[in-house]
DNA sequence: CATTTCTTTATAAAATCTTTATACTTCTCA
DNA sequence: TGAGAAGTATAAAGATTTTATAAAGAAATG
Protein backbone atom coordinates (compact mmCIF):
# COMPACT_ATOMS: atom_id res chain seq x y z
CA UNK A 1 0.00 0.00 0.00
CA UNK A 2 1.23 3.50 -0.76
CA UNK A 3 1.52 6.29 1.95
CA UNK A 4 -1.32 8.81 1.80
CA UNK A 5 -0.57 11.95 1.46
CA UNK A 6 -1.79 14.71 4.10
CA UNK A 7 -1.77 18.27 3.26
CA UNK A 8 -1.73 20.60 6.41
CA UNK A 9 -2.95 24.08 6.04
CA UNK A 10 -1.79 26.14 8.83
CA UNK A 11 -0.49 29.97 9.52
CA UNK A 12 1.34 28.82 12.75
CA UNK A 13 5.00 27.29 12.33
CA UNK A 14 5.26 25.40 15.14
CA UNK A 15 1.60 23.64 14.70
CA UNK A 16 2.84 23.30 11.15
CA UNK A 17 6.03 21.19 12.38
CA UNK A 18 4.46 19.35 14.87
CA UNK A 19 1.64 17.94 12.41
CA UNK A 20 4.42 17.70 10.58
CA UNK A 21 6.50 15.45 12.78
CA UNK A 22 3.36 13.53 13.79
CA UNK A 23 2.14 12.32 10.49
CA UNK A 24 5.49 11.48 9.25
CA UNK A 25 5.96 9.15 12.29
CA UNK A 26 2.25 7.84 11.37
CA UNK A 27 3.58 7.08 7.89
CA UNK A 28 2.04 9.81 5.94
CA UNK A 29 2.97 11.62 3.30
CA UNK A 30 3.30 15.29 4.24
CA UNK A 31 2.64 18.80 2.54
CA UNK A 32 2.52 21.99 3.94
CA UNK A 33 0.73 25.23 3.38
CA UNK A 34 1.33 28.82 5.08
CA UNK A 35 -1.91 30.02 4.19
CA UNK A 36 -5.10 29.23 2.32
CA UNK A 37 -3.39 30.95 -0.97
CA UNK A 38 -0.85 27.86 -0.79
CA UNK A 39 -3.26 25.26 0.29
CA UNK A 40 -5.31 25.75 -2.82
CA UNK A 41 -2.55 25.82 -4.95
CA UNK A 42 -0.58 22.75 -3.51
CA UNK A 43 -3.51 20.32 -3.37
CA UNK A 44 -4.58 21.32 -6.78
CA UNK A 45 -1.23 19.95 -7.76
CA UNK A 46 -0.71 17.22 -5.46
CA UNK A 47 -4.26 15.74 -4.74
CA UNK A 48 -3.39 14.79 -1.31
CA UNK A 49 -5.36 12.31 0.00
CA UNK A 50 -6.84 14.49 3.26
CA UNK A 51 -6.22 18.10 4.16
CA UNK A 52 -5.98 19.49 7.69
CA UNK A 53 -7.18 22.69 7.59
CA UNK A 54 -6.70 25.23 10.25
CA UNK A 55 -9.66 27.82 10.10
CA UNK A 56 -7.75 30.86 11.81
CA UNK A 57 -5.93 31.56 8.77
CA UNK A 58 -4.35 35.23 8.19
CA UNK A 59 -4.79 35.76 4.60
CA UNK A 60 -8.45 35.01 4.10
CA UNK A 61 -11.91 33.38 6.04
CA UNK A 62 -10.85 30.11 6.26
CA UNK A 63 -14.92 28.69 5.39
CA UNK A 64 -14.04 30.25 2.09
CA UNK A 65 -10.88 28.53 1.88
CA UNK A 66 -13.22 25.55 2.63
CA UNK A 67 -14.88 26.33 0.11
CA UNK A 68 -13.00 26.74 -2.43
CA UNK A 69 -11.56 23.65 -2.13
CA UNK A 70 -14.77 21.97 -1.97
CA UNK A 71 -15.39 23.24 -5.77
CA UNK A 72 -13.59 20.45 -7.04
CA UNK A 73 -11.71 18.56 -4.10
CA UNK A 74 -13.57 15.30 -3.00
CA UNK A 75 -11.34 13.63 -0.41
CA UNK A 76 -11.83 14.16 3.00
CA UNK A 77 -11.02 18.04 4.73
CA UNK A 78 -10.32 17.92 8.43
CA UNK A 79 -11.35 21.16 10.22
CA UNK A 80 -8.90 22.25 12.96
CA UNK A 81 -10.16 25.77 15.03
CA UNK A 82 -9.73 27.32 18.05
CA UNK A 83 -13.35 28.33 17.73
CA UNK A 84 -15.48 26.03 19.74
CA UNK A 85 -18.79 27.97 18.93
CA UNK A 86 -21.62 25.85 17.46
CA UNK A 87 -22.70 28.26 14.45
CA UNK A 88 -18.85 28.46 13.64
CA UNK A 89 -18.54 24.22 13.37
CA UNK A 90 -21.93 24.01 11.95
CA UNK A 91 -20.95 26.27 8.94
CA UNK A 92 -18.01 23.97 8.46
CA UNK A 93 -19.35 20.90 8.47
CA UNK A 94 -22.17 22.13 5.91
CA UNK A 95 -19.48 23.86 4.05
CA UNK A 96 -18.07 20.44 3.42
CA UNK A 97 -15.53 19.76 6.10
CA UNK A 98 -15.89 16.27 7.09
CA UNK A 99 -14.59 16.33 11.01
CA UNK A 100 -14.03 19.47 13.20
CA UNK A 101 -11.40 19.46 16.29
CA UNK A 102 -11.18 22.23 18.35
CA UNK A 103 -8.08 23.64 19.54
CA UNK A 104 -5.95 22.40 21.99
CA UNK A 105 -6.61 18.85 20.11
CA UNK A 106 -5.29 15.52 21.46
CA UNK A 107 -3.07 13.90 19.16
CA UNK A 108 -4.15 10.15 19.47
CA UNK A 109 -7.53 11.60 18.59
CA UNK A 110 -6.46 13.47 15.18
CA UNK A 111 -4.64 10.43 14.02
CA UNK A 112 -7.41 8.17 15.01
CA UNK A 113 -9.63 10.44 13.05
CA UNK A 114 -7.32 10.49 10.17
CA UNK A 115 -7.08 6.88 10.21
CA UNK A 116 -11.16 6.64 10.09
CA UNK A 117 -11.11 9.19 7.46
CA UNK A 118 -8.88 7.89 5.26
CA UNK A 119 -10.16 3.90 6.12
CA UNK A 120 -13.42 4.58 4.08
CA UNK A 121 -12.25 7.14 0.94
CA UNK A 122 -10.04 4.38 -0.28
CA UNK A 123 -11.23 3.43 -2.67
CA UNK A 124 -8.48 3.21 -4.96
CA UNK A 125 -7.17 0.16 -3.53
CA UNK A 126 -4.11 -0.26 -5.83
CA UNK A 127 -3.18 -3.29 -4.93
CA UNK A 128 0.48 -3.95 -6.31
CA UNK A 129 0.95 -6.03 -8.98
CA UNK A 130 3.92 -6.98 -11.29
CA UNK A 131 3.34 -8.77 -15.03
CA UNK A 132 5.83 -10.15 -17.12
CA UNK A 133 4.09 -11.56 -20.13
CA UNK A 134 1.42 -14.23 -18.93
CA UNK A 135 2.69 -14.15 -15.59
CA UNK A 136 1.15 -11.81 -12.95
CA UNK A 137 1.96 -11.42 -9.38
CA UNK A 138 -0.27 -10.08 -7.15
CA UNK A 139 1.48 -9.03 -3.97
CA UNK A 140 -0.88 -8.29 -1.91
CA UNK A 141 -3.13 -11.52 -2.32
CA UNK A 142 0.00 -13.76 -2.68
CA UNK A 143 -1.17 -14.95 -5.59
CA UNK A 144 0.40 -15.73 -9.05
CA UNK A 145 -1.16 -16.69 -12.31
CA UNK A 146 -0.38 -18.05 -15.69
CA UNK A 147 -2.80 -16.57 -18.58
CA UNK A 148 -5.05 -16.54 -15.55
CA UNK A 149 -4.52 -19.37 -13.79
CA UNK A 150 -2.92 -19.89 -10.31
CA UNK A 151 0.04 -20.93 -10.16
CA UNK A 152 0.66 -22.77 -7.01
CA UNK A 153 4.39 -22.04 -5.66
CA UNK A 154 5.94 -22.96 -2.45
CA UNK A 155 7.04 -20.37 0.45
CA UNK A 156 10.76 -20.57 -1.34
CA UNK A 157 9.53 -20.75 -4.95
CA UNK A 158 7.44 -17.54 -4.46
CA UNK A 159 10.40 -16.21 -2.16
CA UNK A 160 12.37 -16.49 -5.09
CA UNK A 161 10.10 -15.17 -8.03
CA UNK A 162 9.15 -12.11 -6.16
CA UNK A 163 13.07 -11.50 -5.83
CA UNK A 164 13.41 -11.52 -9.60
CA UNK A 165 9.88 -9.80 -9.92
CA UNK A 166 11.44 -6.79 -7.93
CA UNK A 167 14.71 -6.49 -9.81
CA UNK A 168 12.85 -7.10 -13.31
CA UNK A 169 15.81 -6.89 -16.24
CA UNK A 170 18.97 -7.25 -13.35
CA UNK A 171 21.28 -9.73 -13.65
CA UNK A 172 21.33 -11.56 -9.98
CA UNK A 173 24.10 -13.47 -9.02
CA UNK A 174 23.65 -16.66 -7.38
CA UNK A 175 25.24 -15.90 -4.39
CA UNK A 176 22.70 -12.70 -4.36
CA UNK A 177 20.09 -15.16 -4.58
CA UNK A 178 21.10 -17.75 -2.35
CA UNK A 179 22.17 -15.12 0.54
CA UNK A 180 18.35 -13.07 -0.08
CA UNK A 181 16.34 -16.55 -0.25
CA UNK A 182 18.10 -18.93 1.93
CA UNK A 183 20.84 -16.72 3.73
CA UNK A 184 24.22 -16.06 4.14
CA UNK A 185 25.29 -19.78 5.24
CA UNK A 186 23.75 -20.92 2.07
CA UNK A 187 25.43 -19.08 -0.46
CA UNK A 188 27.85 -21.63 -1.58
CA UNK A 189 24.77 -24.06 -2.02
CA UNK A 190 24.39 -23.10 -6.02
CA UNK A 191 22.98 -26.43 -6.94
CA UNK A 192 19.70 -25.88 -4.57
CA UNK A 193 19.31 -22.77 -5.96
CA UNK A 194 19.60 -24.33 -9.87
CA UNK A 195 16.90 -27.27 -8.60
CA UNK A 196 14.70 -24.02 -7.46
CA UNK A 197 14.96 -22.53 -11.05
CA UNK A 198 13.88 -25.22 -12.84
CA UNK A 199 11.16 -25.63 -10.23
CA UNK A 200 9.73 -22.27 -10.65
CA UNK A 201 10.50 -22.74 -14.49
CA UNK A 202 8.09 -25.66 -15.25
CA UNK A 203 5.43 -23.63 -13.29
CA UNK A 204 5.51 -20.18 -14.91
CA UNK A 205 7.17 -21.12 -17.92
CA UNK A 206 5.15 -21.74 -21.51
CA UNK A 207 8.31 -23.83 -22.56
CA UNK A 208 10.51 -24.50 -19.51
CA UNK A 209 13.22 -25.97 -21.67
CA UNK A 210 13.13 -22.22 -23.76
CA UNK A 211 13.34 -19.98 -20.90
CA UNK A 212 11.88 -16.90 -21.48
CA UNK A 213 10.43 -15.50 -18.21
CA UNK A 214 13.94 -16.33 -15.99
CA UNK A 215 16.97 -16.44 -18.59
CA UNK A 216 20.28 -17.87 -17.41
CA UNK A 217 23.06 -15.66 -17.61
CA UNK A 218 26.02 -18.28 -17.03
CA UNK A 219 28.91 -18.14 -15.42
CA UNK A 220 27.08 -15.18 -13.30
CA UNK A 221 23.63 -15.95 -12.35
CA UNK A 222 20.02 -15.46 -13.57
CA UNK A 223 17.72 -12.80 -15.12
CA UNK A 224 13.96 -12.00 -15.06
CA UNK A 225 12.70 -10.66 -18.17
CA UNK A 226 9.18 -8.80 -18.24
CA UNK A 227 7.64 -8.03 -21.61
CA UNK B 1 -34.72 12.02 -2.60
CA UNK B 2 -36.51 9.45 -0.09
CA UNK B 3 -36.08 10.69 3.61
CA UNK B 4 -33.25 9.03 5.36
CA UNK B 5 -33.55 6.47 7.83
CA UNK B 6 -31.41 6.59 11.03
CA UNK B 7 -31.40 4.48 13.30
CA UNK B 8 -30.79 5.55 17.27
CA UNK B 9 -29.70 2.92 20.01
CA UNK B 10 -29.46 4.86 23.54
CA UNK B 11 -30.42 3.28 26.74
CA UNK B 12 -31.94 6.47 28.53
CA UNK B 13 -35.61 6.85 27.60
CA UNK B 14 -35.60 10.29 27.54
CA UNK B 15 -32.45 11.33 25.51
CA UNK B 16 -33.87 8.80 22.50
CA UNK B 17 -37.02 10.86 22.47
CA UNK B 18 -35.04 13.80 22.62
CA UNK B 19 -33.60 12.62 19.65
CA UNK B 20 -36.40 11.08 18.30
CA UNK B 21 -38.19 14.50 18.18
CA UNK B 22 -35.20 16.22 16.75
CA UNK B 23 -34.08 13.95 13.99
CA UNK B 24 -38.14 13.92 12.82
CA UNK B 25 -38.08 17.95 12.67
CA UNK B 26 -34.95 17.59 10.57
CA UNK B 27 -37.06 15.55 8.30
CA UNK B 28 -35.26 11.82 8.88
CA UNK B 29 -37.11 8.68 9.25
CA UNK B 30 -36.42 7.13 12.79
CA UNK B 31 -35.93 3.82 14.70
CA UNK B 32 -35.37 3.27 18.36
CA UNK B 33 -33.71 0.51 19.72
CA UNK B 34 -33.15 0.39 23.41
CA UNK B 35 -30.10 -1.64 23.72
CA UNK B 36 -27.09 -3.09 21.90
CA UNK B 37 -28.92 -6.35 21.11
CA UNK B 38 -32.01 -5.10 20.01
CA UNK B 39 -30.02 -2.17 17.80
CA UNK B 40 -28.18 -5.10 16.09
CA UNK B 41 -31.38 -6.93 14.96
CA UNK B 42 -32.79 -3.56 13.88
CA UNK B 43 -30.12 -2.38 11.84
CA UNK B 44 -30.22 -6.07 10.40
CA UNK B 45 -33.56 -5.61 9.39
CA UNK B 46 -34.18 -2.19 8.23
CA UNK B 47 -30.64 -1.34 7.29
CA UNK B 48 -30.50 2.43 8.03
CA UNK B 49 -28.42 4.92 6.22
CA UNK B 50 -26.90 6.05 9.84
CA UNK B 51 -26.68 4.61 13.21
CA UNK B 52 -26.09 6.88 16.10
CA UNK B 53 -24.67 4.58 18.92
CA UNK B 54 -24.43 5.61 22.89
CA UNK B 55 -21.66 3.58 24.02
CA UNK B 56 -22.79 3.65 27.83
CA UNK B 57 -25.11 0.72 26.81
CA UNK B 58 -26.76 -1.73 29.95
CA UNK B 59 -26.49 -4.96 27.86
CA UNK B 60 -22.95 -5.43 26.55
CA UNK B 61 -19.94 -3.28 25.97
CA UNK B 62 -20.59 -0.77 23.41
CA UNK B 63 -17.31 -1.12 21.84
CA UNK B 64 -18.28 -4.90 21.19
CA UNK B 65 -21.82 -3.58 19.83
CA UNK B 66 -19.37 -1.06 17.35
CA UNK B 67 -17.67 -3.87 16.18
CA UNK B 68 -20.57 -6.72 15.81
CA UNK B 69 -22.44 -3.77 13.67
CA UNK B 70 -18.78 -3.40 11.61
CA UNK B 71 -18.90 -6.92 10.22
CA UNK B 72 -21.66 -6.40 7.78
CA UNK B 73 -22.83 -2.34 8.20
CA UNK B 74 -21.05 -0.49 6.00
CA UNK B 75 -23.10 2.99 6.51
CA UNK B 76 -22.18 5.38 8.69
CA UNK B 77 -22.02 5.06 12.82
CA UNK B 78 -21.88 8.09 14.90
CA UNK B 79 -21.24 7.16 18.74
CA UNK B 80 -22.69 9.53 21.55
CA UNK B 81 -20.84 8.95 24.68
CA UNK B 82 -20.02 10.91 28.70
CA UNK B 83 -16.76 9.44 28.15
CA UNK B 84 -14.34 11.82 26.74
CA UNK B 85 -11.05 10.04 27.71
CA UNK B 86 -8.94 9.72 24.43
CA UNK B 87 -8.22 6.21 24.92
CA UNK B 88 -12.06 5.63 24.44
CA UNK B 89 -12.55 8.11 21.60
CA UNK B 90 -9.35 6.63 19.45
CA UNK B 91 -10.77 2.81 20.36
CA UNK B 92 -14.33 3.61 18.91
CA UNK B 93 -13.08 5.44 15.62
CA UNK B 94 -10.54 2.55 14.88
CA UNK B 95 -13.23 -0.15 15.46
CA UNK B 96 -15.47 1.79 12.66
CA UNK B 97 -17.12 4.43 14.40
CA UNK B 98 -17.17 7.48 12.06
CA UNK B 99 -17.58 10.05 14.27
CA UNK B 100 -17.67 10.04 17.78
CA UNK B 101 -19.28 13.19 19.98
CA UNK B 102 -19.10 13.12 23.84
CA UNK B 103 -22.20 14.22 25.71
CA UNK B 104 -23.40 16.63 26.26
CA UNK B 105 -23.29 17.47 22.36
CA UNK B 106 -24.82 20.24 20.57
CA UNK B 107 -27.72 19.37 18.80
CA UNK B 108 -26.91 21.41 15.76
CA UNK B 109 -23.60 20.25 15.31
CA UNK B 110 -24.87 16.91 15.69
CA UNK B 111 -27.17 17.53 13.10
CA UNK B 112 -24.45 19.54 11.12
CA UNK B 113 -21.84 16.07 11.83
CA UNK B 114 -25.40 13.82 10.61
CA UNK B 115 -25.48 16.04 7.36
CA UNK B 116 -21.86 15.62 7.03
CA UNK B 117 -21.43 12.22 6.63
CA UNK B 118 -25.05 11.37 4.80
CA UNK B 119 -23.30 13.83 2.08
CA UNK B 120 -21.35 11.40 1.16
CA UNK B 121 -21.67 7.69 1.75
CA UNK B 122 -25.29 6.43 1.05
CA UNK B 123 -23.98 3.72 -1.56
CA UNK B 124 -26.97 1.71 -0.52
CA UNK B 125 -25.00 -1.32 -0.75
CA UNK B 126 -27.35 -4.71 -1.23
CA UNK B 127 -27.24 -7.36 1.39
CA UNK B 128 -24.17 -8.19 2.66
CA UNK B 129 -23.97 -11.93 1.70
CA UNK B 130 -20.53 -13.89 0.49
CA UNK B 131 -20.86 -17.10 -1.21
CA UNK B 132 -18.64 -19.40 -2.76
CA UNK B 133 -20.27 -22.50 -3.96
CA UNK B 134 -22.93 -23.93 -2.29
CA UNK B 135 -21.86 -22.18 1.14
CA UNK B 136 -24.08 -18.58 1.94
CA UNK B 137 -22.83 -16.66 4.95
CA UNK B 138 -25.30 -13.41 5.56
CA UNK B 139 -23.08 -11.39 7.43
CA UNK B 140 -26.33 -9.25 8.49
CA UNK B 141 -28.09 -12.21 10.38
CA UNK B 142 -25.15 -13.90 11.29
CA UNK B 143 -26.51 -16.84 9.47
CA UNK B 144 -24.26 -19.71 7.67
CA UNK B 145 -25.82 -22.04 4.99
CA UNK B 146 -24.78 -25.06 2.80
CA UNK B 147 -26.58 -25.64 -0.03
CA UNK B 148 -29.85 -23.39 1.92
CA UNK B 149 -29.18 -26.21 5.14
CA UNK B 150 -28.27 -23.77 8.28
CA UNK B 151 -24.68 -24.41 9.77
CA UNK B 152 -24.16 -24.36 13.37
CA UNK B 153 -21.06 -22.55 13.74
CA UNK B 154 -19.40 -22.03 17.03
CA UNK B 155 -18.36 -18.51 17.98
CA UNK B 156 -15.01 -18.86 17.31
CA UNK B 157 -15.51 -20.71 14.02
CA UNK B 158 -17.82 -18.73 12.65
CA UNK B 159 -15.20 -15.71 13.33
CA UNK B 160 -12.96 -17.59 11.38
CA UNK B 161 -15.03 -17.37 8.65
CA UNK B 162 -16.26 -13.84 8.99
CA UNK B 163 -12.39 -13.13 8.55
CA UNK B 164 -11.83 -15.48 5.78
CA UNK B 165 -14.87 -14.28 3.66
CA UNK B 166 -13.66 -10.49 4.46
CA UNK B 167 -10.54 -11.55 3.00
CA UNK B 168 -11.75 -13.30 0.21
CA UNK B 169 -8.95 -14.45 -2.22
CA UNK B 170 -6.20 -13.33 -0.29
CA UNK B 171 -3.71 -15.57 1.74
CA UNK B 172 -4.21 -14.89 5.33
CA UNK B 173 -1.10 -16.19 7.66
CA UNK B 174 -1.36 -18.49 10.48
CA UNK B 175 0.12 -15.64 13.02
CA UNK B 176 -2.91 -12.80 11.35
CA UNK B 177 -5.27 -15.36 11.74
CA UNK B 178 -4.06 -16.34 15.12
CA UNK B 179 -4.11 -13.13 16.30
CA UNK B 180 -7.58 -11.69 15.22
CA UNK B 181 -9.70 -14.91 16.50
CA UNK B 182 -7.25 -15.96 19.56
CA UNK B 183 -5.53 -12.60 20.32
CA UNK B 184 -1.70 -12.09 20.47
CA UNK B 185 -0.87 -14.37 23.07
CA UNK B 186 -1.89 -17.40 20.78
CA UNK B 187 0.02 -16.15 17.76
CA UNK B 188 2.49 -19.13 18.31
CA UNK B 189 -0.68 -21.96 18.50
CA UNK B 190 -0.30 -22.99 15.03
CA UNK B 191 -1.93 -26.15 15.89
CA UNK B 192 -4.63 -24.89 16.84
CA UNK B 193 -5.43 -23.25 14.08
CA UNK B 194 -5.12 -26.48 12.22
CA UNK B 195 -7.90 -28.00 14.57
CA UNK B 196 -10.55 -25.51 13.82
CA UNK B 197 -9.73 -25.46 9.93
CA UNK B 198 -10.32 -28.80 9.94
CA UNK B 199 -13.87 -28.89 12.19
CA UNK B 200 -14.67 -25.56 9.65
CA UNK B 201 -14.23 -27.85 6.84
CA UNK B 202 -15.94 -30.68 8.09
CA UNK B 203 -19.02 -28.35 8.29
CA UNK B 204 -18.81 -26.10 5.13
CA UNK B 205 -16.70 -27.75 2.72
CA UNK B 206 -18.42 -30.79 0.59
CA UNK B 207 -15.04 -32.81 0.21
CA UNK B 208 -13.46 -32.05 3.67
CA UNK B 209 -10.61 -34.24 2.69
CA UNK B 210 -10.15 -32.09 -1.07
CA UNK B 211 -11.08 -28.47 0.15
CA UNK B 212 -12.14 -25.91 -2.41
CA UNK B 213 -13.13 -22.97 -0.41
CA UNK B 214 -10.54 -23.13 2.42
CA UNK B 215 -7.44 -23.54 0.99
CA UNK B 216 -4.14 -24.26 2.80
CA UNK B 217 -1.20 -22.64 1.37
CA UNK B 218 1.52 -24.96 2.96
CA UNK B 219 4.30 -22.86 5.19
CA UNK B 220 2.08 -19.65 5.18
CA UNK B 221 -1.42 -20.28 6.35
CA UNK B 222 -4.49 -20.68 4.12
CA UNK B 223 -7.01 -18.83 1.64
CA UNK B 224 -10.95 -18.45 1.29
CA UNK B 225 -11.64 -18.86 -2.51
CA UNK B 226 -14.92 -17.48 -3.38
CA UNK B 227 -16.92 -18.51 -6.65
C1' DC C 1 -25.58 -32.25 35.59
C1' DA C 2 -25.70 -32.79 30.73
C1' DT C 3 -24.12 -30.75 26.70
C1' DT C 4 -21.35 -28.06 24.06
C1' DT C 5 -17.11 -26.03 23.08
C1' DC C 6 -12.29 -25.50 23.82
C1' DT C 7 -7.65 -27.24 24.46
C1' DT C 8 -4.22 -30.70 24.25
C1' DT C 9 -2.06 -34.84 22.60
C1' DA C 10 -0.99 -38.41 19.37
C1' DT C 11 -0.39 -40.11 14.92
C1' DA C 12 -1.00 -40.50 10.00
C1' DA C 13 -0.63 -38.19 5.70
C1' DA C 14 0.93 -34.73 2.62
C1' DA C 15 3.93 -31.26 1.09
C1' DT C 16 8.27 -29.39 0.83
C1' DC C 17 13.12 -29.35 1.23
C1' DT C 18 17.63 -31.44 0.54
C1' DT C 19 20.66 -34.49 -1.54
C1' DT C 20 22.24 -37.41 -5.12
C1' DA C 21 22.76 -38.98 -9.71
C1' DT C 22 23.00 -38.19 -14.39
C1' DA C 23 22.46 -35.83 -18.67
C1' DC C 24 22.93 -31.69 -21.05
C1' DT C 25 25.21 -26.95 -22.46
C1' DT C 26 28.50 -23.76 -22.80
C1' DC C 27 33.12 -22.41 -22.61
C1' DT C 28 38.21 -23.00 -23.20
C1' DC C 29 42.34 -23.92 -25.40
C1' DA C 30 45.37 -27.22 -27.78
C1' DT D 1 37.46 -27.90 -34.47
C1' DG D 2 36.58 -30.83 -30.76
C1' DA D 3 37.78 -32.96 -26.29
C1' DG D 4 37.78 -31.93 -21.68
C1' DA D 5 36.35 -28.88 -18.03
C1' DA D 6 33.18 -26.12 -15.91
C1' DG D 7 28.79 -24.87 -15.39
C1' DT D 8 23.68 -25.96 -15.80
C1' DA D 9 19.17 -28.73 -15.91
C1' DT D 10 16.17 -32.17 -14.25
C1' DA D 11 14.33 -36.25 -12.19
C1' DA D 12 13.89 -38.79 -8.38
C1' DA D 13 14.83 -40.70 -3.75
C1' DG D 14 15.28 -39.83 1.06
C1' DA D 15 14.80 -36.59 5.00
C1' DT D 16 12.37 -33.18 7.18
C1' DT D 17 8.76 -30.15 8.03
C1' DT D 18 4.14 -29.01 7.88
C1' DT D 19 -0.62 -30.27 7.93
C1' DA D 20 -4.96 -33.11 8.89
C1' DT D 21 -7.75 -35.58 11.88
C1' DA D 22 -9.41 -38.21 15.62
C1' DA D 23 -9.95 -38.57 20.19
C1' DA D 24 -9.67 -37.64 25.08
C1' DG D 25 -9.65 -34.58 28.94
C1' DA D 26 -10.73 -29.70 30.63
C1' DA D 27 -13.50 -25.85 30.79
C1' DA D 28 -17.46 -23.35 29.94
C1' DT D 29 -22.43 -23.00 29.21
C1' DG D 30 -27.05 -23.28 30.32
Known amino acids: MN?????VIDDEVQLRKLLDITLQSSDYNV???????????????????????????????GQSVLKKLREWY?????????????????MALDNGANDYLVKPYRTGELMARIRSLLRRGSTDDLNPVITSGAIVIDLASRLVSNNGVPVKLTVTEYALLILFARNEGRVLTHQYLLKEVWGNSYISQSQYLRVFIAQLRKKIESDPNRPK?????????????AS
Open 3 to 7: KAKIL
Open 31 to 61: LLAADGREGIVIAANNRPDLILLDLGLPDQN
Open 74 to 90: TNPIIILSAQSNEEEIV
Open 213 to 225: IIVTESGIGYRFV
